[in-house]
């Protein structure tokens, strides 16, 4: 690595930081309803939806309220996209005249979109309409951003109200999600993204002379605005199919590096807005400190093995596959945030990353999707590695379990474990499906460990709603399309329904003051206890899977074996 390349990926490891409480401030007032400074502009328009929808901030919801209304929502927002897929053809906004998209694509795609995931079995240019694009996706990438926001506020206030009965009104928290945090947030970067010559217009395809005289056509569109939201909102679906790696969508080293770190911003100031409301900073502080631990780390192998010597193709730091304008660290650093970050953008082919680099990335998902993780996504996913580890640790020490006082009982633990599970066993299932049906062995590219990789991976990202490819397969079959789709369903709700139930659980409960046996939770002990919950479970379950490809396609690489 050159020293330019290593100020900047500790540049941005320290923005990462320096974000976190400023941002993670304002998200608290706005959840607690105290002025900020958009509040003189913002107040009357979120005051009129309310008028205007016939919701009532005020009258809170029971966590089986909450969680029914979620899924209605999340439900209807599947249908309308489903069906506007199937009438494209005959909508507006669509100069090419592209046709309505295949029923069993359209029913991926919408799945895809409603759980935060973005994951894209299609070339956006060459399949979705302008209106698709802007009024069907673009839209649920702030809907479903904002889901995943109100879910972790609930489960905080069920962490940090004592006897209480409810949790927050879930259309209130998806209102200020979006129109405090989500849209103010996208608008600067939207523009912010045109004065670098990212594409934001309504017009037909450009064909062009090239140099040597051929003709290419250039694809436009409403690009910008889509791309700032998939970035803040941790969704990650690219405008065009070569995502972040297409220069309309990523034009200028500026670009490169604020789109990764809006992948991060949210989800990292999230901690912040957590420990503020549940009254101790410190337990924010805690939690990001774990997940910051697991980011750097799992970076550093990532680079390690990328800038070593690849015996096959007799370099280090090959540039096979890589962004070739930004380099190898840019392209590694972007791999390992986005999965990380539970975002499906990319600016480089995650097939073409060295065995051990693909795996840490693989294991960035495999873990849950808690370094970082998508917007609150990943902070509600930790929570419930938290709840395991106090019931570790009480274990340990012979006393109930605690934590902020209330006492960790056994409907928390099966919920936790079945959050846990749910996951798990759609990305194990599936792919062993996949491995033993023609269906699945004939949409791969490569052989050998490296295709049980571009199949394992495939199934981890539609299951941790990350959305990224491994490159390699083609997923735009039926087969894969329902099988991942069916993925996205439990890799999101198969999560969300148990986290409401422990917060619905939580928040009933009286608080303890503490005493000389209770473990504290706002310590550097608990944050290396933290850690070690997640990577044992995570190792424990996927380890067999692991070995099958990543592993054993470095020790076959090591030989001087390619694949």
């Known amino acids: 690595m050159s020293a330019l390349e290593i100020v900047q990926v500790v540049l941005y490891l320290l923005l990462l930081i320096a974000i976190t409480p400023l941002l993670g401030g304002y998200m608290k007032r706005v959840f607690d309803g105290e002025r900020t400074f958009l509040t003189p502009v913002l107040r009357p328009v979120e005051n009129l939806i309310y008028r205007l929808s016939g919701i009532k901030p005020e009258v809170e919801q029971h966590w089986k309220e909450y969680t029914l ?20 053809g005959v909508l507006p906004l669509n100069p090419e005249g592209l046709p309505g998209v295949e029923p069993w694509l359209a029913f991926n795609t919408a799945t895809s979109f409603m759980t935060n995931t973005n994951w894209q079995s299609y070339a956006g240019e060459t399949t979705m309409s302008q209106l698709t694009q802007m009024v069907g996706l673009g839209v649920q990438n702030f809907l479903s951003a904002a889901t995943g926001i109100a879910v972790v506020i609930a489960l905080t206030r069920g962490l940090a109200r004592k006897s209480a009965k409810t949790l ?29 010559g990212v594409v934001q217009n309504f017009d037909a395809n450009v064909t062009a002379t090239t140099l040597t005289g051929e003709t290419q056509v250039l694809p436009q569109g409403p690009a910008a605005s889509q791309i700032a939201i998939k970035q803040i909102g941790s969704n990650g679906g690219g405008f065009y199919n070569a995502n972040s790696a297409h220069p309309y969508e ?10 990764m770190f809006a992948l991060l911003a949210i989800a990292a100031a ?5 420990g503020r409301m549940v009254g101790s900073t410190r337990q924010g502080w805690v939690i990001f400190a774990a997940m910051f631990a697991l980011f750097a780390v799992l970076l550093g192998v990532m680079l390690l093995s990328e800038y070593s010597a690849n015996p096959v193709l007799g370099v280090a730091g090959a540039m096979e596959g890589k962004e070739t304008r930004f380099g190898v660290a840019n392209s590694v650093l972007w791999a390992g945030a986005t999965t990380s970050a539970s975002n499906g953008s990319v600016n480089a082919m995650h097939s073409s990353l060295s065995p051990l680099a693909g795996g840490v990335a693989l294991l960035n998902m495999l873990l849950g999707e808690v370094i970082f993780g998508g917007v609150g996504a990943g902070l509600y996913g930790m929570l419930v590695f938290v709840i395991l580890t106090v019931f570790i640790a009480g274990l340990m020490v012979g006393r109930t379990p605690e934590y902020l006082g209330k006492k960790i009982e056994a409907r928390e633990v099966q919920m936790a474990t079945l959050a846990v599970l749910f996951p798990a066993a759609s990305i194990l299932l599936l792919t062993a499906l996949a491995t033993a049906v023609d269906a699945g062995l004939s949409s791969r590219l490569s052989a050998g460990p490296h295709g049980f990789s571009e199949i394992l991976y495939t199934y981890t990202s539609a299951t941790a709603n990350n959305g990224s490819a491994f490159a390699g397969l083609n997923a735009n079959t039926a087969f894969y399309n329902i099988t991942l789709g069916l993925a996205l369903w439990v890799g999101r709700f198969g999560v969300i329904i148990p986290v409401m139930a422990i917060a619905g659980s939580m928040v009933g409960k009286t608080v303890a003051p503490p005493s000389l046996g209770t473990f504290p939770t706002d310590r550097p002990l608990f944050v290396g206890m933290l850690i070690a919950v997640v990577v044992i479970v995570g190792a424990l379950t996927f380890f067999p899977a692991l070995s099958l490809g990543p592993v054993a396609e470095h020790f076959l690489l090591a030989a001087g074996q390619g694949f």
Do not use: C, H, K
Request: glycine share 4%.
């Open 69 to 88: 209304a979620l899924l209605a929502f999340n439900i209807l927002g599947f249908l309308l996209l489903f069906v506007m897929q199937l009438l494209q």
């Open 168 to 196: 927050g009104n879930f259309w209130a928290d998806l209102v200020r999600s979006t129109l405090y945090i989500l849209l103010p947030l996208a608008l600067v970067f939207a523009l912010i993204l045109v004065s670098q």
């Open 250 to 259: 990523n034009p200028t080293p500026l670009t490169n590096f604020l789109e």
């Open 270 to 274: 999230l901690t912040n807005t957590y």
